[in-house]
């Protein structure tokens, strides 16, 4: 017997109550992360800015910013409670089962207009399932998208959505996952029910070529649906980024401008593409409020990512991340004491196993995600340092303080909030590693 199917037989015990461990998992995750915006919030309350601050951001902004901050943490405890709330009804109250139920009848309607083939499938019924229980989650999550957007982010200026254009969003979305998602989820449950407990390489393999067709797709095809993007004009801005990417022989094949300003008024700058064809997308915000070298020492930033190799580190932590995840979810998706103790008797429905190993999951999943911080924090001093080697330590330093000063973003976090929730450093962190790494190549040219 091999290793997985003893660990398959060691879960595989009716005297495991998995209702209570997924219960007892929720409840401890929804307590832990709400103590830490406790202590955040508390973080949110000082008077004085960061000593390193002092004449970078004024006062008013600071306790602007402050505001701002604690009113994102009294809606992050709210919506932590709501989403709790949910999460604790479905699992106690045997929901699952009652939409596989509703699934099953949406699937007998639409059987006759189906394909022969089709007419007793799981898979389909699976779909029918996914689609009720989407349905649901999406109408759930309306209030807290509309509050957020249309009291919080309006209340501070950011918001720059319409309700119409909010609602043309949503629809877009909801049809993108179906024409999109429905297909991709039809063929993973397909490749596990043909390959049976084989599926593992063959579910990496497939998911590995969903991401690269996504990378190619995604800016012609996607993308224009909620963004337009436009070539950034030839002028000072475009020969200063173009002369950087040159300088670093970074691929650039595209530049663009998004139209970010018709949502929020919140700033940013990125790149996408595969290895050999990249394009930089810079948000319209940030070309209105940086000047052309605070822009250009962003995407120095943004360059150091792609010349350190960390996009790449990430995305091969991230498959070995996935092997682990379908390598454990084989011991789980035929688990009969899993099953039962949700209410499924007579059949293990392979999009159910998954939903409730996810559940399972979350705690190493939360463990995963906060290494990832400490590396994605990690690969940000480095970016940054890349900038300075640039000679772009002052203009990143001001165009990093431009950035937290528009998007009112708190310049101080508490330790262990920061740990856990923040994939980059916080900014006076971030300004004095550029100081201290300006000073170490002052010295070394000397």
């Keep these: 017997m091999s290793f997985m199917d003893q660990f398959a037989a060691f879960v595989d015990n009716p005297l495991i109550n998995w209702k209570k461990i997924i219960l007892g998992f929720t409840t401890f995750q929804f307590c832990f992360e709400t103590y830490l915006t406790y202590r955040q919030y508390k973080v949110l309350h000082r008077e004085k800015i960061h000593p390193s601050l002092k004449g970078e951001i004024d006062d008013e902004t600071f306790k602007k910013s402050q505001l701002y901050s604690r009113a994102k943490a009294r809606f992050s405890i709210i919506t932590g409670i709501y989403s709790f709330v949910q999460n604790y009804g479905f699992i106690q109250y045997d929901v699952l089962p009652k939409l596989w139920a509703a699934g099953k009848s949406l699937y007998t309607t639409l059987a006759p207009f ?141 530049l663009y401008v998004i139209d970010g300003s018709k949502r929020s008024s919140h700033s940013n700058a990125y790149f996408y593409g595969l290895p050999w064809a990249k394009q930089i997308v810079i948000y319209d915000t940030l070309i209105e409020t940086s000047t052309t070298q605070e822009t250009t020492a962003v995407l120095a930033h943004e360059i150091g990512h792609w010349a350190l190799s960390h996009a790449t580190k990430t995305l091969l932590i991230a498959q070995a991340h996935v092997l682990a995840i379908f390598t454990l979810f084989s011991g789980f998706y035929k688990n009969k004491s899993l099953f039962e103790s949700f209410g499924f008797f007579n059949e293990t429905p392979i999009i159910i196993g998954f939903l409730l190993f996810s559940d399972i999951f979350q705690p190493l999943d939360n463990i995963m995600t906060f290494l990832m911080n400490l590396l994605s924090r990690k690969h940000e001093y480095e970016a940054d340092e890349y900038a300075v080697k640039l000679g772009y330590s002052k203009e990143l330093g001001k165009a990093l303080t431009n950035l937290n000063v528009k998007n009112l973003s708190s310049p101080d976090a508490d330790w262990l909030y920061s740990s856990y929730h923040y994939s980059h450093p916080i900014l006076p962190e971030r300004l004095e590693a550029i100081a201290a790494k300006e000073v170490q190549y002052a010295t070394k040219e000397k």
Excluded: R
Excluded at 229 to 252: C, D, V
């Design 114 to 254: 189906l394909p022969a083939v089709m007419q007793s499938s799981v898979i389909v019924h699976s779909l029918c399932f996914l689609f009720i229980f989407n349905a649901i989650s999406t109408v759930l999550s309306v209030p807290v998208s509309y509050y957020q957007n249309f009291v919080l982010e309006e209340e501070f200026g950011f918001n720059k959505l319409t309700v119409k254009l909010w609602i043309t969003d949503l629809i877009k979305s909801t049809v993108l996952s179906i024409a999109i998602g429905f297909p991709i989820l039809a063929a993973f449950l397909k490749i596990i029910e043909y390959f049976d407990d084989g599926f593992i390489f063959y579910i990496w393999a497939f998911l590995v070529v969903v991401q690269i067709v996504a990378v190619a797709i995604y800016p012609t095809l996607i993308q224009p649906l909620f963004n337009k993007l436009t070539p950034l004009e030839p002028g000072e801005l475009k020969t200063s980024i173009e002369n950087l990417a040159s300088k670093n022989e970074f691929p650039l094949t595209k």
